[in-house]
């Protein structure tokens, strides 16, 4: 079984806010993956962004950059 470690996940209002994330992580070269959101967390779609919690910077760039709109910032084992 793989070993939890603590991780950052993003929440989105939207699944659109989500996707918009996605593209301009991947066009950008930020670090992460979309999830589907943890049962530990209520969001307003189904997915999330995870990435390492020393990425933050990089995603707060990416949000503000390019006006991504997030619900929420968790940090959480998984």
Known sequence: MRERTLKLVV???????????????????????????????????GMAWMARREDRPALERVVGDHAVPVQGWYELLL
């Open 11 to 45: 929440t989105f209002p939207s699944t659109t806010a989500a996707m918009a994330m996605e593209k301009h992580c991947k066009a950008g070269g930020a670090p992460g993956r979309l999830i589907p959101v943890p049962r530990e967390i209520t969001a307003g779609c």
